[in-house]
Nanobody
Framework: VQLVESGGGLVQPGGSLRLSCEASGFTFSSYYMRWFRQAPGKERELVAGISSSGVGTFYGNGVKGRFTISRDNAKNTVYLQMNSLKPEDTAVYFC?????????WGQGTQVTVAS
């Protein structure tokens, strides 16, 4: 099982980034997918989630209206489009797939928002 995140980097406040998470080794289309983030000294927090079909989505309070989660089951990939980025969005972003008792994590990708 592998989840590989990409797309992180350094961006100025107000800028945009698109994170990708490519999955392999499990039936991606059956799994609920989520993005978490963890800033230094803080607990990991849920950013967004998307149902297996892609119809249902969820967003944390701090990102509603700025971030969009989506998935392409044909490509086994989940995305996080991040717009209007703020310095407080700086964190390591992780993707997670879960179904019942199974939960898989990626290694994370760093997002830094600074001028």
């Amino acid at each position: 099982v592998q989840l590989v995140e990409s797309g992180g980097g350094l961006v100025q406040p107000g800028g945009s980034l698109r994170l990708s998470c490519e999955a392999s080794g499990f039936t991606f289309s059956s799994y609920y997918m989520r993005w978490f983030r963890q800033a230094p000294g803080k607990e990991r927090e849920l950013v967004a989630g998307i149902s297996s079909s892609g119809v249902g989505t969820f967003y944390g309070n701090g990102v509603k209206g700025r971030f969009t989660i989506s998935r392409d089951n044909a490509k086994n990939t989940v995305y996080l489009q991040m717009n209007s980025l703020k310095p407080e969005d700086t964190a390591v972003y992780f993707c997670n797939g879960f179904l019942s008792v199974d939960s898989y994590w990626g290694q994370g990708t760093q997002v830094t928002v600074a001028s």
